[in-house]
């Protein structure tokens, strides 16, 4: 896939825009957005990136045009799962609804600029390292049964991780918010708000998502355009989507087996392409194995959608009847 300069900096700028656009005509002046709101942006954002995708298909052809949308899709599944983690996260700290945005929104600007990082790194290692497949398809695969025990044990507290602890020790804190203020002063001297902490909180908990998800987009594409692009438009909708399907997250009891089919397959795919490209000297003395097809980029993109697809309607089917039994529970124990 050729993509001239001019083609990455127009992306990286429309990028840009709609961070500008989040900045100024939405976090600035700090509200609950309704949910007539959410849904008219997450519809805009969502409506942005099939545009792209249709733009890929019509300049570099379907094969490209359909890893793009694996690859988006995919990443967007697996943000809907990291909604789990966020609310979790505004529950502990408390985060008034009025300052959520303004967390969300600054906590995907710092994932945006890290999984970049991670996508770069990635995109170096698969250059240059081809044994890198086995690696990101065994990955995936224990990622996989981790999300099937997750689906079993689903963990409803948030646990700081290192960078949160490491923060509180270095500076001081104030106690409460203020404001949607990142620091205050109080006597002369600097504290950070737990403002700060939460908008911490919040990017580095996505970048432990990202360890999961850029294998598995490399694992649709090798395209670095096409990965970045999926990433950067899956999570720019993210603040939106947290607002628009919040109060639906506890009923999407499924998705953890959904994402764990998903990220099993995408696992096998990588696993499968590892073995056409292989050079370790211990694997069939360094030949390619090509015994096994490889998986096509539509078998793939059709394979996450029906999966997501039943994930969702069998979720929502075990709700309406979990309600439908708690109701003629307590009719009948009048």
């Known amino acids: 896939m050729d993509v001239p300069v001019w083609a990455w900096l127009v992306t990286i700028g429309v990028i840009l825009a709609m961070l500008?656009?989040?900045?100024?005509?939405?976090?600035?002046?700090?509200?609950?957005?309704s949910l007539r709101?959410?849904?008219?942006?997450?519809?805009?954002?969502?409506?942005?990136?099939?545009?792209?995708?249709?733009?890929?298909?019509?300049?570099?052809?379907?094969?490209?045009?359909?890893?793009?949308?694996?690859?988006?899709?995919?990443e967007k599944s697996l943000s809907v799962d990291n909604l789990f983690v966020f609310v979790l996260i505004m529950t502990s700290f408390r985060v008034p609804r009025l300052y959520q945005q303004k967390v969300l929104l600054i906590g995907i600007?710092?994932?945006?600029?890290?999984?970049?990082?991670?996508?770069?790194?990635?995109?170096?290692?698969?250059?240059?390292?081809?044994?890198?497949?086995?690696?990101?398809?065994?990955?995936?695969?224990?990622t996989a049964w981790t999300q099937i025990k997750a689906g079993q044990n689903h963990d409803e507290e948030f646990h700081e991780n290192g960078a949160l602890r490491l923060t509180r020790r270095l500076f001081p804190t104030t106690e409460t918010y203020v404001e949607d203020?990142?620091?205050?002063?109080i006597d002369g001297k600097r504290y950070i708000t737990p403002m700060l902490i939460v908008m911490i909180a919040i990017g580095s908990a996505d970048l432990l998502f990202a360890v999961d998800s850029i294998p598995a987009i490399f694992g649709l594409t090798q395209e670095t355009y096409l990965v970045f692009a999926a990433n950067a438009f899956s999570l720019l909708g993210l603040r939106q989507l947290y607002f628009l399907i919040d109060g639906l997250l506890d009923r999407l009891v499924y998705l953890a087996y959904g994402l764990a089919a998903i990220l099993g397959f995408i696992g096998v795919k990588l696993?499968?392409?590892?073995?056409?490209?292989?050079?370790?000297?211990?694997?069939?003395?360094?030949?390619?194995?090509?015994?096994?097809?490889?998986?096509?980029?539509?078998?793939?993109?059709?394979?996450?959608?029906?999966?997501?697809?039943?994930?969702?309607?069998?979720?929502?089917?075990?709700?309406?009847?979990?309600?439908?039994?708690?109701?003629?529970?307590?009719?009948?124990?009048?």
């Open 20 to 33: 500008a656009v989040d900045y100024v005509g939405h976090v600035r002046t700090p509200h609950a957005p």
């Open 109 to 142: 600007t710092i994932a945006l600029v890290l999984r970049t990082i991670f996508i770069l790194l990635g995109a170096a290692l698969i250059e240059n390292f081809s044994w890198i497949f086995y690696v990101f398809g065994a990955f995936l695969l224990y």
């Open 271 to 334: 696993l499968i392409h590892a073995l056409h490209k292989n050079e370790v000297p211990f694997i069939n003395g360094g030949e390619h194995i090509t015994a096994i097809p490889e998986i096509p980029t539509a078998l793939s993109l059709g394979f996450i959608v029906v999966v997501l697809t039943i994930t969702t309607v069998a979720s929502l089917a075990k709700d309406r009847a979990d309600r439908r039994r708690s109701v003629e529970s307590s009719e009948g124990s009048r």
């Open 37 to 74: 709101e959410a849904s008219w942006w997450s519809a805009g954002y969502v409506a942005i990136a099939v545009a792209f995708g249709g733009i890929v298909w019509a300049v570099w052809g379907s094969t490209y045009g359909g890893e793009y949308f694996a690859g988006y899709i995919t």
């Open 181 to 185: 203020k990142m620091t205050t002063k």
